[in-house]
């Protein structure tokens, strides 16, 4: 039986009022607040038949109603109203995109730190484990004395590096180090980089030894930079501050399973690249405990997910505004990085052209 348009009304109405109050709501608030021209008889009626239909329960005899996860899940996917970002948080979500993509882990982070002020809800970043081998190495020089080491890996990722040196820099070096860098340092992992192979790296910088010496030290660096399978968890009290965890074993089930990045492996195997995905307890529960929401959103390189940023709350949160939130930074920074990349690519294709 689909829903018709009174009922959809009603089923926004009691969602929007529990996630605001987190009281059950019974047919006199939605008389009360709501605006609807129908007697308090008719909406406990219309009330009954939701709950029948699966999309509210009644925790209590005598309570109102509460919203089923399949409530929510038709709330967040139909009825949902749109929530626009204020200037103040933009503005706060910009800064973090803004910054120079030196470490995608490390904004990511801070970007999860900001969505969980914003949102007043446990937040968290999931970095994937990412390939520790380099498909290729792109240079792009910015003064006589400063220029940024671009790493694209094999599963999409970007590790970039400004460098400050006081030799002076041409394009024809940057060109001579780029060369080097692809011959010697592409399809190897850390552990495989050895003498001979550093040996062969300055042989082929030539008269550069100062420049190889800093881009050796720097090349290291960066391949000490790849993570493995991490996540990053912040404001983990702030689900004390709701009645759904005032429960202590409730809120260790939920800490148990932020200790376990398996269930987080398994939770980016539902994410769907450039969409927010919203997971319930209920939907998974050998993922997340029941009465709890995940929502995320997935970052991408190159179309393939390498993370996400999302919080943890429970089922009754605000998710119009979390939505627009990662919903903004996650596209703000995939249109940053594929910004660099394009850059990147832009040089290499001119020099390119230039040397015919």
């Known amino acids: 039986m689909e829903l018709n348009e009174r009922k959809k009304a009603i089923l926004r109405s009691v969602v929007d009022a529990y996630i605001a109050t987190g009281e059950p709501v019974g047919s006199k608030y939605l008389t009360a607040n709501a605006d609807f021209n129908v007697s308090s008889a008719t909406l406990r009626n219309e009330m009954s038949a939701l709950e029948s239909m699966g999309y509210l329960e009644q925790p209590h005899t005598s309570a109102g109603r509460v919203p089923t996860a399949k409530g929510y899940r038709t709330y967040v996917e139909n009825l949902m109203g749109r929530y626009l970002l204020a200037m103040e948080e933009v503005e706060v979500l910009d800064e973090i995109i803004e910054n120079k993509i030196n470490e995608l882990s490390t904004i990511m982070e801070e970007a999860s730190h900001a969505i969980g002020e914003l949102t007043n809800y446990t937040s968290f970043a999931f970095i994937g484990g990412s390939g520790t081998e380099a498909e290729r190495y792109e240079t792009v020089l910015i003064d006589e004395n400063d220029f940024l080491l671009v790493m694209i890996c094999k599963d999409g990722s970007v590790r970039s590096r400004q460098v400050k040196t006081q030799e002076k820099i041409t394009n024809e070096i940057l060109e001579t180090a780029k060369s080097a860098l692809n011959k010697c340092f592409c399809g190897i992992t850390p552990e495989q980089v050895n003498l001979n192979v550093v040996i062969e790296f300055e042989s082929a910088m030539g008269e550069h030894k100062a420049i190889a010496t800093m881009l ?36 260790q089930s939920v800490l148990s399973m932020i200790e376990e990045r398996k269930r987080f492996s398994e939770l980016m195997k539902k994410a769907v690249p450039g969409q927010t995905s919203i997971v319930f307890g209920e939907e998974a529960q050998d993922i997340a405990p029941a009465g ?48 660099e990349l394009g850059t990147a690519n832009s040089l290499m294709i001119g020099e390119s052209n230039d040397e015919r």
């Open 216 to 251: 050796l030290r720097v090349i290291n660096e960066m391949f000490n930079s790849f993570d493995s399978e991490k996540v990053h968890v912040d404001g983990v009290t702030k689900l004390l501050s709701y009645p759904e965890f005032f429960n202590v074993a409730k809120v």
């Open 292 to 339: 709890t929401g995940f929502v995320f959103h997935p970052i991408t390189v190159g179309g393939r997910v390498i993370g996400a940023v999302g919080v943890i709350g429970p089922k009754r949160m605000d998710y119009k505004k979390v939505i627009a939130s990662l919903d903004y930074f996650a596209e703000s920074l995939t249109g940053q990085i594929d910004k």
